[in-house]
């Protein structure tokens, strides 16, 4: 079983930084890329960035190309996401997921984290 477990959410000022990590472990954890997603009180839950493991290809919802950063750390085992340039419309919870076979960075994953608040007040 993949756990993967999210930190780094907080209260944030439109303009500011926040940085988020995800964990993951589980047997031999070994997906093929990992994702973050983020949901808004009464919106659907969105893709904000995704990045293969192998690789270090990325993709990016356009609401954050040039503001998000998603990086990996192999040995650890850990995704991040670097936040910048936060507006309040970037408050949600931030979920991070596994994809653990080939695919497209925006299709199916398999395991889910339990999320973290992000919110950014104007």
């Known amino acids: 079983q993949v756990l993967l477990v999210e930190s780094g959410g907080g209260l944030e000022q439109a303009g500011g930084s926040l940085r988020l990590s995800c964990a993951a472990s589980?047997?031999?954890?070994?997906?093929?890329?990992m994702g973050w997603f983020r949901q808004s009180p009464g919106k659907e839950r969105e893709f904000v960035a995704a990045?293969?493991?192998?690789?270090?290809?990325?993709d990016y919802a356009d609401s954050v190309q040039g503001r998000f950063t998603i990086s990996r750390d192999n040995a650890k085992n850990t995704v991040y996401l670097q936040m910048n340039k936060l507006k309040p419309e970037d408050t949600a919870v931030y979920y991070c997921?596994?994809?653990?076979?080939?695919?497209?960075?925006?299709?199916?994953?398999?395991?889910w984290g339990q999320g973290t608040q992000v919110t950014v007040s104007s």
């Open positions: 997921a596994a994809m653990m076979r080939y695919g497209n960075l925006r299709g199916f994953y398999d395991y």
């Open positions: 589980g047997g031999s954890f070994s997906s093929y890329a």
């Open positions: 990045i293969r493991w192998g690789a270090g290809s990325t």
